[in-house]
């Protein structure tokens, strides 16, 4: 297997390589970042096998299926893909014309609206949330004023409004859609303690309403104003979407409060992490 010197890891650990198929073919292998996140990893793999499933012509949002997956000489589990020759949204956001524009962003909310359409309607996953909210005070147990605002918020604060209970991508940042012929790519589907569309949105909002996306790569040449004021007419799009749902309007924020927080220990970056913090208690604050 002839593999190119390209090597990602995510917060999750999970190396990318990129190589050339028998075929000569561009495929891309994720490998498990360790033994114990095998199941993790097969989940997230069928999940977006799934999603492949599902998809036609007239799909919103594709992805790409996994076509090999196996057990490694360290006893690592990976799965290949079909590597999808596009481009990120960066650079996609930074050179698309407004007619285009406007259909990506009527894209994700049909895509939005299609997933709330076949969704359930239940009661507050309330035990759930305070589980992970455990989990997360586990990891981040630090006796400081931010620490209890934030807790204090995630314990206190939770909806008791109903929720919409469907299968999502999990991580549906703009980091992990891909741009080709005017056609979106979803990849690096992950795996989640509460499966809604509530949670796409939030992961998406990440970026275009909190801005995560331009504080997580050290290239900030790339980042153009045309980019930003792009993303901007997409999350403007998204908030009408929220405001005329009183289900999205309920958690959108609880969820976006408890999506940064899980961000946090896997945080190195200084600058980041402040930044992290900011956009959490500005949140709470609002």
């Known amino acids: 297997m002839n593999h190119t ?38 989940l997230q793999m069928k999940k977006q096998n799934d999603f492949v499933l599902n ?3 007239n799909t919103l949002i594709k992805s790409v299926p996994v076509f090999l997956n196996g057990i490694n000489s360290e006893g690592l589990f990976w799965f290949d893909m079909q590597y999808v020759d596009g481009i990120d949204s960066i650079n996609y956001f930074s050179k698309v014309n407004t007619y285009d524009l406007s ?93 809604s569309p509530i949670i796409d949105i939030v992961k998406l909002r990440q970026d275009t309403r909190i801005g995560r996306i331009f504080n997580i790569n050290n290239n ?20 009408k979407l929220i405001n005329n749902d009183l289900i999205l309007k309920s958690w959108h924020e609880y969820l976006q409060v408890l999506n940064l927080t899980r961000i946090l220990p896997y945080t190195t970056n200084i600058n980041e992490l402040n930044f992290l913090k900011n956009q959490i208690i500005k949140i709470i604050e609002s």
């Open 55 to 57: 998809q036609n012509e």
């Open 5 to 42: 010197s390209i090597d990602l890891k995510g917060h999750s650990g999970c190396k990318i390589n990129i190589y050339k198929n028998s075929e000569g073919f561009l495929v891309v292998r994720k490998t498990s970042s360790s033994i114990d996140y095998n199941e993790r990893l097969k």
């Open 103 to 195: 259909n990506v962003a009527e894209n994700l909310n049909k895509f939005f609206k299609n997933s709330i359409s076949r969704s359930k309607i239940v009661s507050a996953p309330e035990e759930k949330i305070i589980s992970k909210v455990d989990e997360l005070k586990q990891k981040l147990f630090k006796k400081n004023k931010f620490y209890s605002t934030i807790f204090s918020y995630l314990y206190t604060q939770i909806p008791n409004s109903e929720f919409y209970s469907n299968i999502s991508h999990g991580d549906f940042s703009l980091t992990n859609l891909i741009f080709k012929n005017n056609e979106i790519f979803a990849v690096d589907f992950l795996d989640s303690f509460i499966e």
């Open 220 to 239: 900030m040449d790339r980042y153009t104003t045309r980019s930003k004021i792009s993303i901007k007419f997409i999350d403007d799009k998204i908030d």
